[in-house]
């Protein structure tokens, strides 16, 4: 009897440029395609909320565009999966230093820091607390206004 071997496919980023432009978010990890729903509308005015405390930062300090940021991601159920695990790996093998999951429908913050070249998870923060960073001097925000619509 033969056996029958197949080779993974291994997608790239100019291989988004050919799929359907719908309600779907693409994105590639490790060469493997993840197909999700575009985010909630909550998860919308997040990323807002967040972009506006880091942008007043920015301006406060002038530092312009040029400064560097953690890697911020926002999840939702469906993601935060995927996010704890094939991301936090993904951005441990690539240097990130800090990396935020933000979890609308809980409403915590989980902050990663790298520690021995891996990202570990230094503390998940709720509403009564204060948002810092070790990268951002002087960064702080409540993570009440955060989740605020």
């Known amino acids: 009897m033969k056996s029958i071997t197949t080779d ?5 980023i100019s291989d988004l440029e050919g799929l359907p432009d719908n309600s779907n978010r693409y994105e590639i990890i490790n060469g493997q395609l993840f197909v999700t ?14 972009y506006a405390e ?8 002038q530092l312009g565009k040029a400064f560097m940021t953690p890697g911020i991601i926002f999840s939702d159920e469906k993601d935060i ?20 999951i933000i979890d609308r429908q809980q409403q915590l913050i989980e902050v990663y820091l790298r520690e021995q070249g891996i990202l570990k998870k230094g503390m998940t923060l709720y509403n009564a607390d204060q948002l810092t960073s070790p990268l951002l001097l002087d960064f702080s925000c409540k993570i009440k206004e955060i989740f605020e619509n």
């Open 8 to 12: 993974q496919v291994c997608w790239t």
């Open 37 to 50: 729903r575009a985010p909630h509308l909550d998860h919308q005015d997040i990323a807002g909320n967040i």
């Open 54 to 61: 880091l942008r007043n930062w920015s301006r406060k300090k």
């Open 81 to 100: 999966k995927r996010d704890r695990q094939t991301k936090l790996k993904l951005y441990s093998i690539h240097g990130v230093c800090e990396y935020w």
